[in-house]
């Protein structure tokens, strides 16, 4: 791109005319071993919230956008790897204002959050470019939807830029590569209810009118489930409680839903998550922002199904080596550490000294933030995060049983047809099945109609992954020809698949192969007999 369409003065170049100003340019990907890479052209632009506000930040962020009027309609490569979507309608390549050496803005940490300074250190004083995607790790670790993202090294028109963040964004495309469907059957918001980026934001807007109804009640909590993804969000607000990220609900956050599926719900998505792992003991469980997942949240911990499927989400991930066990979140941490372990001393040698004449350095500041995230932070944070939660009421005070395999501690993994198990608990009564379904019975409120169980989750069912338009008359009862549908019956019972942890063992038939970044949707056709008593 001409040098005058990044930085001439009185209009044309983008870097000093700011957001939402669009020019053509060729972007390539190099690689330093001398794989393949790729080159396409497309559009770019300055982007970032507050960090373009003249002069917050000197080192902006930027979109790349793949349109038919600057070349491709999308990028095809695996930029993130083979395991996710190699087709890219957008991409942000991130300068990270917050925590970074080039912040040029006065907000401050906590007074006394580092032992080796007094008072109130600076954001410069914990840069380690790593937070955000780390946060975005956690969430798709945990099963979840977040941005993919890589760091690399910004070069415009050969000119050394920056070490950078390259990712996903989270919208209508995002959606579509990652749960099926195609990308104008999304609904997608950013930051408010207000900030619709595809779609419609009705739907959503019906979602809050029911959550800020109240949701104590078990056919409230039945309705809302209509509308969201309950244990995508529990995911969400854990991985966001356990950071401590204190810039968020108000804004940072993406939501999308497939208005076309019958059965779309509204997901969460990491995003912009900076103002992370700043302090020690960050408590960000009583946030209950407006429109935002946190309202949510704090609705639905009025039930008590949600508290204890909370409760469940958290010992999943707190305990026996879960994701945010100590050892396993540093592990997840230490693989972006490694990536940018190097890379940071050319970020100092570029935006080190951008506001001081000593420049920020690798050797000295780099490495001391990131000894107290992997010597303090990590090590004490999930019991920290864990009293919180307790002192909300959000997890029990007793510990749950644990199993034990010859006498031996053991909480998963294979064991021999001779291996004695037990369970012990240091407190109260164990209750137990053998077949996978819950021991314990849904708690009822007192203004709730009496529930019956129409059918059992191991009910023998037809299950059909659409690839064309069928008839209705499938479902209602009515006469219908399902013998070309798949099979099913027996334990666990569940349809689906998971890709990740937490859901594998419900799933009986399990439809990978013919659903994931197919399609979304599957029918299940159980007959049942009720009797009506008037």
Not at 296 to 321: G, K, P, W
Request: glycine share 10%; charged share 20%.
């Amino acid at each position: 791109m001409d040098v005058d369409d990044w930085f001439k003065s009185g209009g044309q170049g983008i870097y000093i005319r700011g957001e939402r100003s669009e020019r053509a340019v060729s972007a390539e990907m190099i690689f330093p071993d001398g794989s393949p890479g790729f080159q396409i052209n497309c559009s770019v632009m300055i982007v970032g919230g507050s960090s373009p506000n003249r002069w917050k930040m000197d080192k902006l962020s930027l979109r790349l956008k793949f349109k038919g009027e600057y070349g491709s309609t999308k990028l095809r490569f695996p930029v993130f790897g083979e395991a996710v979507t190699d087709e890219f309608d957008t991409l942000v390549v991130d300068a990270r204002m917050n925590n970074s050496w080039g912040y040029g803005g006065g907000v401050m940490l906590p007074n006394n959050s580092r032992p080796w300074i007094s008072g109130s250190p600076s954001q410069r004083d914990v840069a380690q470019y790593t937070r955000d995607q780390f946060v975005a790790d956690i969430q798709n670790a945990m099963g979840g939807y977040a941005p993919h993202g890589r760091h690399v090294h910004l070069y415009l028109n050969g000119l050394y830029w920056g070490l950078y963040w390259l990712h996903e964004r989270p919208d209508e495309h995002f959606a579509a590569a990652y749960l099926g469907g195609d990308d104008e059957d999304y609904d997608a918001l950013k930051h408010s209810s207000g900030t619709v980026i595809n779609g419609s934001g009705a739907d959503y807007n019906r979602m809050f009118s029911i959550a800020n109804a109240g949701l104590a009640s078990d056919v409230q909590y039945q309705l809302i489930q209509r509308y969201l993804d309950v244990p995508n969000l529990i995911d969400y607000m854990i991985t966001n409680f356990y950071v401590g990220n204190t810039d968020w609900a108000h804004q940072n956050w993406y939501a999308s839903r497939n208005r076309e599926d019958p059965n779309g719900q509204w997901r969460y998505h990491s995003w912009d998550a900076e103002h992370v792992m700043e302090a020690l003991g960050a408590n960000v469980t009583g946030k209950n922002d407006n429109g935002g997942p946190t309202r949510l949240h704090q609705r639905l911990v009025d039930n008590s199904e949600y508290r204890m499927l909370f409760a469940d989400h958290v010992h999943r991930y707190f305990f026996n080596d879960g994701i945010l066990t100590p050892d396993t979140a540093t592990a997840l941490y230490q693989f972006r550490l490694d990536e940018v372990d190097r890379a940071v001393v050319a970020e100092s040698a570029r935006w080190g000294d951008n506001h001081r004449s000593s420049p920020y350095t690798r050797d000295i500041d780099w490495i001391r933030e990131r000894n107290w995230l992997i010597n303090e932070y990590f090590p004490q944070r999930t019991g920290i995060v864990l009293n919180q939660i307790k002192a909300r009421g959000w997890y029990p005070n007793i510990d749950a049983p644990v199993f034990r395999i010859n006498g031996s501690y053991k909480y998963g993994g294979l064991i021999l047809p001779t291996d004695r198990f037990s369970m012990t608990a240091a407190t109260g009564t164990i209750y137990y099945t053998l077949d996978g379904s819950d021991p314990r019975l849904p708690q009822t409120s007192p203004d709730d109609s009496t529930i019956t169980t129409l059918v059992r989750e191991n009910a023998a069912k037809r299950v059909l992954v659409p690839t064309r338009n069928i008839s209705s008359n499938w479902k209602g009862g009515g006469v219908f020809n399902d013998s070309a549908w798949r099979f099913n019956t027996g334990n666990p019972g569940g349809v689906g698949y998971e890709r990740s942890s937490g859901y594998q063992n419900l799933i009986k038939l399990d439809l990978e192969e013919q659903m994931y970044r197919k399609n979304a949707t599957c029918y299940i056709r159980i007959p049942f007999r009720m009797t009506l008593t008037l």
